[in-house]
């Protein structure tokens, strides 16, 4: 196989957020650059959602482990704040999966935060936009909790950052 | 650039975000109610992985690993606030803390973000997008309880008094400050305190707490210099007790 930029995305379809397995790392938006030098030698840049993603050294692994099974050897994963991770890095792919997974999927947005933007968050079960934020923090560091008053159920959002 | 004073400042933004976040975590299981039990957690877990963002810069500079510089060094080493060192008291003091620290700390990331320092701007750049939860969390409640029952307000009230003088203790400067600001790093802990003061005011005009006058105010200084309360080293103890038992250990 000649190495080529697409065809090592293309691997990487393979590894999914492990919280969120049907989400992969780059639908995820947290690779941030792949170059591949002219001796073949692979490098990949990637980037944390939160800082203190407990998920970020693991899913780091997981790259190197997906390359190798490749058999690529000649590798260096780096996790780097170059080009830091905002939600709107999501991809549409990435926001239908989170959706049918039952995690609102971020609204894209001007980057700056406010309530508007977390009060009326779209119900992933029944779309109604009726919808209350119980809470900014969740079961992890990347989701909020909301309550939909139209199916009476609660639910999670994959916070805008 | 002077890296003593790079250091310093990095030293000072690392340790006040592991030891508040220290204090945060030590509210998992005990929260008044579920929602603000996650919340601290979460709160916890981010400001612990700040203070890695900052300890990583720091080993870039020369400087030992993380886990060291986290676990093996004594409370006279530190060089984060008083304020974020104070044991947790009960829910309104760690909540007034945690409006007074949050509300200071946005400020430092939004200003670090434009640094002169290109390490440190990238990482403010990210920082500041995840403690406007925090700040919108602390600014939440202190707007709820602040003008609620009679008791919320007297509570907070009084830890507001408490917590004072060790929030102007966070603007200690230090003896790069005016190189740091000559260089463009950042606009300086005088900068810092005036943005701050706007926006703690903003938010406590619209309760019933009261801002204690400042002026009459002795801030509890030393911290930025490794002087600390008698809190500090108990809290240190307890963090690196299971990294001690094995500090070769692979986690």
Known sequence: MSLTKENILTLLEEVKDPEIPVLSLVDLGVITGVEISEDDHVTVNMTPTFAGCPAMDYMKKDVERTLEKHGISNYKVNMTFDKPWDSNKLTEKGRKQLKEFGLAPPPKYDLILDLDILEHVKCPYCDSDNTDMRTPFGPTLCRSMHYCNNCKQMFEQFKPL | ?251
């Open chain 2, 1 to 251: 650039m002077n890296e003593q004073a790079i250091k310093d400042l990095l030293y000072k933004l690392a340790d006040d975000q592991l030891i508040l976040g220290h204090r945060n975590s030590e509210w998992t299981g005990f929260g008044p109610i579920l929602e603000e039990d996650i919340a601290f957690s979460s709160m916890a877990q981010d400001k612990i992985g700040h203070s890695l963002a900052f300890y990583t810069l720091l080993q870039e500079l020369g400087e030992a690993e993380p886990d060291t510089v986290a676990f093996t060094r004594n409370a006279n080493q530190f060089h984060n606030s008083q304020l974020v060192e104070l044991p947790n008291g009960e829910y309104d003091f760690s909540l007034i803390r945690h409006f007074l620290y949050d509300n200071a700390e946005i400020i430092r990331f939004e200003m670090l973000s434009q640094s002169s320092y290109e390490p440190i701007a990238k990482v403010a750049t990210k920082l500041k997008g995840e403690v406007k939860y925090h700040v919108l969390h602390a600014n939440t409640w202190i707007k709820n309880l602040g003008s609620s029952t009679e008791e919320a307000i007297l509570r907070l009230q009084s830890s507001l008094n408490e917590a004072m003088p060790y929030a102007l203790g966070m603007f200690e400067k230090s003896k790069f400050e005016q190189e740091l600001i000559d260089a463009g790093v950042y606009a300086g802990e005088e900068a810092v305190k005036a943005e701050w003061l706007k926006r703690i005011t903003a938010v406590i005009e619209k309760t019933d707490l009261k801002l204690p006058d400042l002026a009459t105010i002795e801030p509890k200084f030393g911290g930025r210099y490794g002087e600390h309360t008698e809190h500090l080293q108990p809290l240190l103890d307890e963090m690196a007790e299971v990294f001690k038992i094995d500090p070769t250990a692979e986690w």
